[in-house]
T-cell receptor, first 115, second 112 residues
Framework: KAGVTQTPRYLIKTRGQQVTLSCSPI?????VSWYQQTPGQGLQFLFE???????NKGNFPGRFSGRQFSNSRSEMNVSTLELGDSALYLC??????????????FGQGTRLTVV | LAKTTQPISMDSYEGQEVNITCSHNNIATNDYITWYQQFPSQGPRFIIQGYKTKVTNEVASLFIPADRKSSTLSLPRVSLSDTAVYYCLVGVRYNAGNMLTFGGGTRLMVKP
């Protein structure tokens, strides 16, 4: 089956602008999570959506938001971009396995550079 | 979620077996242990998951002692392409919102 698709792969934006990133999960997966990865902070959880509802949220400012559509595709939006938002943004398509555990399938990520 | 502790980095040579140990002293009764591998500028990739004793797949083995306060990822006969960061995670529950908490991971460098 097809993997997780994130678009675009690379993006350059100017401070103050906003950006929207897209993620298409694996067919049949209803849960999508977003992560930010930077050299300084590592991999950090942004939020998770399940059946169009946000179930979990990490410790990020309100400038970071997301949504999920009825076909499970998800978008995340960052408004009023700051230089510190430059990062690799990763989307994970989550599958329930075993006794209620999770196997996450990650996309290739979107490399966002804010200048 | 249980906190995990791993070595920051490890070096090995091609053909050797590599063992990476993760400590998770406050693991809960129902928590599973999961390992991910990440190459530069790529998303992490699931390697293996287990609850107790030993689990083996085509890529690695996972050893978990009876007290479950630690686990060891074993990579047999590593190659240069195994150079990556390896993360140990504990207690990710699907119905609790799938929040994977990544620590610093272990940076494995395989040398020729």
């Amino acid at each position: 089956k097809a993997g997780v698709t994130q678009t675009p792969r690379y993006l350059i934006k100017t401070r103050g602008q906003q950006v929207t990133l897209s993620c298409s999960p694996i067919s049949g997966h209803r849960s999508v999570s977003w992560y930010q990865q930077t050299p300084g902070q590592g991999l950090q959880f942004l939020f998770e959506y399940f059946s169009e509802t946000q179930r979990n949220k990490g410790n990020f400012p309100g400038r970071f938001s997301g949504r999920q559509f009825s076909n499970s595709r998800s978008e995340m939006n960052v408004s009023t971009l700051e230089l510190g938002d430059s990062a690799l943004y990763l989307c994970a398509s989550n599958e329930r396995v075993g006794q209620g555990n999770t196997e996450a399938f990650f996309g290739q990520g979107t490399r966002l550079t804010v200048v | 979620l249980a906190k995990t502790t791993q070595p920051i980095s490890m070096d090995s040579y091609e053909g050797q077996e590599v063992n990476i140990t993760c400590s998770h002293n406050n693991i809960a009764t129902n928590d599973y242990i999961t390992w991910y591998q990440q190459f530069p500028s790529q998303g992490p990739r699931f390697i293996i998951q287990g609850y107790k004793t030993k689990v083996t797949n085509e890529v690695a083995s996972l050893f978990i002692p009876a007290d479950r306060k630690s686990s060891t990822l074993s990579l047999p006969r590593v190659s240069l392409s195994d150079t990556a960061v390896y993360y140990c995670l504990v207690g990710v529950r699907y119905n609790a919102g799938n929040m994977l908490t990544f620590g610093g991971g272990t940076r494995l460098m395989v040398k020729p």
